[in-house]
């Protein structure tokens, strides 16, 4: 019984929290600029190899 209400008072606390405020936005916000640098290396030589190909 003591779990269970432990774990309910930790999932509400969580739930309550801001989403900058808590571990789990950290990591979501790093797993976005993550994938938004590899989609630019990605596009970023895709280019340069579209520009070997004209010269």
Excluded: D
């Excluded at 509400?12 to 571990?23: D, S």
């Excluded at 989609?39 to 970023?44: A, C, F, K, Q, T």
């Amino acid at each position: 019984m003591k779990w269970t209400a432990a774990f309910l008072v930790l999932v509400i606390v969580v739930l309550m929290a801001q989403p900058g405020e808590c571990f789990l936005g950290l990591i979501f916000h790093g797993l976005v600029h993550a994938g938004k640098l590899i989609h630019g290396l990605i596009h970023r030589n895709r280019g340069f190899e579209e520009q070997e190909e004209l010269f």
